[in-house]
């Protein structure tokens, strides 16, 4: 799904610039202009925030939609691809699950327990206390 968005975001950006007299698409209009990309990113991040904050997974789902289309449309206006952006968090992944892991093993000197597959320490990993999966936790 991603990368089918991603080559529709590529090939909207390989007709730039446009002929004089024809009427870009919104997703060129947002490559074309640097202020108007990353304002409507802020916004559709700010709708997902409010549409979280009040619970409302419809709506959430919506504005999730409107945010991951706005972050490939401003990676691709600076040539950031959606693989770039996997083998990111494909890394952060294998750091943070490793972090925990080497937690577990030495709160609990044994082998960690896996009562949830994400979750590779139960109650002893540094993340507990945010209550996240860590594939979702910032790195430090």
């Known amino acids: 799904m991603f990368s089918r968005l991603a080559a529709t975001i590529a090939s909207r950006q390989a007709a730039l610039p446009l002929a004089e007299g024809t009427k870009p698409s919104y997703t060129q209009r947002l490559l074309a202009d640097r202020n108007l990309r990353l304002k409507k990113l802020g916004e559709e991040a700010v709708e997902l925030a ?16 409107d945010v991951i289309y706005h972050t490939l449309v401003a990676l691709a206006a600076i040539g950031v691809g959606v693989d770039d952006v996997a083998r ?17 093993r030495v709160r609990n000197t044994g082998a960690p327990t896996l009562a ?13 206390p945010l209550g996240r999966p860590p594939h979702l936790v910032p790195p430090r």
């Open 50 to 65: 409010v549409a979280c904050t009040d619970e409302d997974r419809a709506r959430a789902a919506e504005e999730g939609g």
């Open 88 to 104: 990111v968090l494909e890394g952060v992944r294998d750091d943070v699950l490793m972090m925990a892991t080497a937690t577990c």
């Open 116 to 128: 949830r597959p994400w979750y590779p320490c139960t109650f002893s990993s540094p993340f507990a």
